[in-house]
């Protein structure tokens, strides 16, 4: 079984600077997933960011990148140039890529306010 | 059309009642799911379809039946629900098979409250 931890319940951050997101896993699959999901409140839950285990170069997304430390089971989302729109929960999560058994493994989550 | 809808979006029930949740996609996915989430939680998986089959169960209590009588939608039925059964359940959708990985797609979710 694949677990997720997020160590960071809540963060705060002025609006247009940089705020880094804490995630890391425990699994013995070799090839997989690993996301970033953003949850506003009250509104649906949408994907951010994609990272596939055997690609080396870091995912980005507009203002959202990842920094993906394979040996040390670590994929952290930094998001630059925060905006009052990211305002959200955000769920790192799992997913083997062989056999797909459609399961995402969530983190706890960390809630992300962004003050103006 | 990249969304997936939720009807109601608020239902509040007595733990006699039955009601169902629905849930609708028009992407083509042939995968959908059924997730329960607490506040400030992550989503719990409940149940997959694909290929309008069961394929996954994630030993839900059996007051909660799932259905899906066709590829576009996919049915929640409740029934003797118990007060912590209160919950946003979410609805999601995906594509199935090929090399990469299917997105699964959330709609917006039902508030439930049980009484």
């Known amino acids: 079984a694949q677990t997720v931890t997020q160590s960071q319940p809540e963060m705060s951050v002025q609006e247009a600077e940089t705020v880094t997101l804490s995630c890391t896993y425990d699994?013995?699959?070799?090839?997989?997933?690993l996301f970033w999901y953003k949850q506003p409140p009250s509104r649906q839950m949408i994907l951010v960011i994609r990272?596939?285990?055997?690609?080396?170069q870091n995912a980005t997304e507009n203002r959202f990148s990842v920094n993906f430390q394979k040996a040390a089971k670590s994929f952290s989302l930094k998001i630059s140039d925060s905006q009052l729109g990211d305002t959200a929960m955000y769920f790192c999560?799992?997913?083997?890529?062989?056999?797909?058994?459609?399961?995402?493994?969530f983190g706890a989550g960390t809630t992300v306010t962004v003050r103006a | 059309d990249t969304e997936v809808t939720q009807t109601p979006k608020h239902l509040v029930m007595g733990m006699t009642n039955k009601k169902s949740l629905k849930c609708e996609q028009h992407m083509g996915h042939r995968a959908m799911y059924w997730y329960k989430q607490k506040a400030k939680k992550p989503p719990e998986l409940m149940f997959v379809y694909s290929y309008e089959k069961l394929s996954i169960n994630e030993s839900v209590p059996s007051r909660f039946s799932p259905e899906c009588p066709n590829s576009s939608l996919l049915n929640l039925h409740l029934h003797a629900l118990q007060p912590e059964d209160s919950a946003l359940y979410l609805c999601a959708s995906s594509q199935v098979g090929g090399s990469s990985y299917n997105e699964q797609f959330f709609g917006p979710g039902t508030r439930l409250t049980v009484l």
């Open positions: 990272q596939e285990a055997y690609k080396q």
């Open positions: 699994t013995s699959e070799s090839n997989y997933y």
């Open positions: 999560a799992f997913m083997k890529q062989y056999p797909n058994d459609y399961k995402l493994s």
